[in-house]
């Protein structure tokens, strides 16, 4: 991206933003949130979807992170894609795509039909992520207000992140499972309204060519390397993943020599060469890799471990929610006291601690643990998303800093999709590891115990005396499974704060 593209709205962005520029980021911040919401609002409605759609446990995982892969595998190339024909003309194409994704998605008849809704999702979320950050960088010209919007976007990715569950449970109460995706299209059109009215339109004047071979091979590393991930966790290792693994890195290293050479690349590789950005990105790939992979099970632990409803699961995790909003207040404070490295550092091993907090929360019955786990690391992974996206915007000269966002964005939904993925697969494996002898149960009841816990509370419930002392140790399987994964997690958030911690710097005077 060139330094046109980034140069302030003539119109909108001379001096200190005002009211139109504030109403703009409401309208991007709406779009981001809906987004996040969209990656986890599914968490709470497994239970209620596995019973109408029955799919197995591969199947179920791809419904979850479908929308994620397709979301980080076309980041880059829609991003330039919005240099070409406008961000805003994009973001309204993107928002009426999201829509009508949403509809498919609301009504699939089976498992299949949903997963490539949830593909078309992605599709159209690729479409707006890359567009709302260079706008907010475009409109808030201000170093000061811009770090106040810059946390403002990010509690919306992370607010909405958290929010998914409690909007699950709200509509579950009382709809169908397919309701998740329908509240969809009435917050699709406000924001296509708002952004049409108040954002201001920006684009590369001398964007380059676009390069198709780029873009396939990016969208084929992606791909292949994930299939590949989630076939040996099923699997193991055997031909078909490790030729997989193969074909996704080559492909990887195709398309960064492939960007070397490019006078218009989709990706500004060398900005890995500075410590800075790589040290900011990985750091904050990690942290949303745990924070996602933590939600996709803790919404159906407090429902099928628990025995909350759907709404009592969704209001439980609400302090989650809650204190990464909270850090907007915050946040302007905390990076301009401890610098954006350390602020990046101290707010992933804050949330590395509220990660061992819920671990230990997860095996007591009451509910206390849980919320201060929540609360804690709600307040980390807030600050942690503001930190690192001003992090990416100040590693870079101005006229990269559209690049490093597109970048940043995919570090982001790549981590939620591994996240699901990886942490899912293993949550998975340990759970089975733990269950108990099933060889006395019926062929069928024995294989739903195995596949699931959601699969085993249907087949055991009012099994008497036997199914309910089978469905306890599941339960407890399933425990077991949540904290160690959450430990993991815990491990992974306090290794990316140090590499934060070393490796981005620390600038006081903002």
Do not use: C
């Amino acid at each position: 991206m060139s330094n046109a593209d980034l140069a302030p709205d003539p119109a909108t962005a001379a001096g200190p933003a005002g009211l139109r520029q504030w109403a703009a980021l409401s309208a991007l911040t709406l779009a981001v949130t809906l987004l996040a919401v969209d990656g986890t609002v599914l968490a709470l409605a497994v239970p209620a979807l596995v019973a109408e759609l029955q799919p197995t446990a591969t199947q179920l995982l791809w419904i979850g992170d479908a929308y994620s892969f397709a979301l980080a595998g076309l980041l880059i190339s829609m991003g330039t894609l919005a240099d070409r024909i406008g961000r805003r003309r994009l973001l309204l194409i993107g928002v009426t795509g999201f829509g009508a994704a949403s509809l498919l998605a609301a009504f699939a008849p089976s498992p299949g039909w949903l997963i490539a809704a949830r593909v078309l999702l992605g599709v159209a979320g690729a479409t707006l992520m890359p567009s709302t950050l260079s706008i907010v960088r475009n409109i808030f010209t201000d170093a000061r207000q811009r770090t106040h919007a810059v946390a403002v976007w990010s509690a919306g990715a992370s607010g909405g992140a958290a929010l998914g569950p409690l909007v699950g449970g709200a509509l579950l109460e009382h709809y169908w499972w397919g309701s998740v995706f329908v509240i969809n299209v009435p917050i699709m059109l406000l924001v296509l309204v708002s952004v049409a009215a108040l954002v201001p339109e920006s684009r590369d004047p001398r964007p380059g060519r676009f390069d198709l071979l780029s873009a396939l091979l990016s969208v084929a590393a992606i791909v292949a390397l994930v299939w590949a991930v989630k076939h040996a966790a099923k699997a193991g290792v055997d031909l078909a993943g490790v030729t997989a693994a193969a074909a996704g890195l080559i492909g990887g290293v195709l398309f960064v020599r492939r960007q070397r050479r490019l006078p218009a690349p989709l990706v500004d590789v060398t900005l890995f060469a500075r410590p800075v950005f790589t040290g900011t990105v990985v750091a904050s790939l990690i942290a949303i890799f745990a924070f996602s992979g933590l939600l996709f099970f803790f919404s159906q632990y407090l429902q099928l471990v628990r025995g909350y409803s759907p709404l009592q699961a969704g209001l439980r995790e609400l302090p989650l929610t809650l204190a990464s909003i909270a850090v907007v207040a915050i946040a302007a404070a905390a990076l301009n006291r401890l610098g954006v490295g350390r602020a990046l550092g101290a707010a992933l091993l804050t949330a590395g601690v509220g990660m061992v907090v819920l671990a230990i929360g997860e095996g007591h019955a009451g509910y206390a643990p849980l919320a201060l786990g929540l609360v804690v690391i709600g307040l980390g992974v807030g600050l942690a998303f503001t930190a690192a996206t001003d992090a990416v915007l100040s590693a870079v000269p101005k006229d990269r800093a559209g690049s490093a966002s597109a970048i940043s964005e995919m570090a982001y939904e790549f981590g939620v999709a591994l996240g699901i993925a990886l942490l899912g697969t293993l949550h998975t494996v340990l759970y089975r590891s733990a269950l108990p002898d099933l060889s006395t149960l019926p062929g069928p009841t024995g294989d739903a115990v195995h596949e699931s816990l959601a699969t085993a509370d249907r087949a055991l419930t009012g099994n008497g005396q036997q199914g309910a002392e089978i469905l306890a140790a599941a339960r407890d399987a399933f425990v077991h499974a949540m904290q160690t994964t959450s430990l993991i997690a815990a491990v992974l958030l306090i290794a990316a704060g140090m590499v934060a911690w070393k490796l981005v710097p620390s600038p006081r005077d903002r």
